[in-house]
């Protein structure tokens, strides 16, 4: 069964730390680029941050340059969206996605993560 299944959100206070992992499975990870997403209530979703298939590229949406940090391991099938500094506007559900080289998509169920004192 084709699947990517997030984990790791939760809540936690400004200025605090998360890490948010993607596991994936029925599929070859290795072969797909990944990004992570995020939607806060009332917004449209946004790109948070991708890589490429062998980890070797990476970027970032500028509110979040030099506070989050996405990695993956493929001999694990799973990749990780490292966030520090958190603020209440990173307040949002964060989703998983990968992209094979044809074009084809997956998605997670998502994960939430709400910065609040």
């Known amino acids: 069964q084709v699947q990517l299944v997030e984990s790791g959100g939760g809540l936690v206070q400004p200025g605090g730390s998360l890490r948010l992992s993607c596991s994936a499975s029925g599929f070859t990870f290795s072969s797909s680029a990944m990004r992570w997403h995020r939607q806060a209530p009332g917004k449209e979703r946004e790109l948070v941050a991708g890589?490429?298939?062998?980890?070797?590229?990476?970027n970032y949406a500028d509110s979040v340059k030099g506070r989050f940090t996405i990695s993956r391991d493929n001999a694990k099938n799973t990749g990780y969206l490292q966030m520090n500094s958190l603020k209440p506007e990173d307040t949002a559900v964060y989703y998983c996605n990968t992209v094979n080289g044809l074009g084809h998509q997956r998605w997670g169920q998502g994960t939430q993560v709400t910065v609040s004192s």
């Open positions: 890589i490429t298939s062998n980890g070797g590229s990476t």
